[in-house]
């Protein structure tokens, strides 16, 4: 399994931005894809996820009501919309891939719970 990131680069604050990740490879019993991030000197953390059973989603606080995560047309893909943004949000954005069932959509946020990761995808936003 392969994850493919993209569409990240330099904002200023209050711009947007749009990710894009596909996983190519033996994905069809997936179960959810998320997004975490990493700044510098940081822990990565969660960002955004989606599960594909019922399209339930989950964000982590600091993103509610700015971004939006979306499964592309029946895909193993999904998007990340991210609007309002704010130098806080600068990082590298990693996607991830998670094969097994979850009962409890907060368990998404988990990153121990994710199979598969892509290559990080770098967001600047400047002040």
């Known amino acids: 399994v392969q994850l493919q990131a993209s569409g990240g680069g330099l904002v200023q604050a209050g711009g947007s931005l749009r990710l894009s990740c596909a996983a190519s490879?033996?994905?069809?019993?997936?179960?959810?894809m998320g997004w975490f991030r990493q700044a510098p000197g940081k822990e990565r953390e969660f960002v955004a996820a989606?599960?594909?059973?019922?399209?339930?989603?989950n964000y982590a606080a600091s993103v509610k009501g700015r971004f939006t995560i979306s499964r592309d047309n029946g895909k193993i893909a999904v998007n990340l919309q991210m609007n309002s943004l704010k130098p806080e949000d600068t990082a590298a954005y990693y996607c991830?891939?998670?094969?097994?069932?979850?009962?409890?959509?907060?368990?998404?946020?988990?990153?121990?719970?994710?199979?598969?990761w892509g290559q990080g995808t770098q967001v600047t936003v400047s002040s």
């Open positions: 490879g033996p994905t069809r019993s997936s179960y959810a």
């Open positions: 989606i599960r594909w059973t019922d399209y339930s989603t």
């Open positions: 991830a891939l998670m094969m097994r069932y979850r009962r409890n959509v907060y368990e998404l946020s988990n990153k121990e719970a994710y199979d598969y």
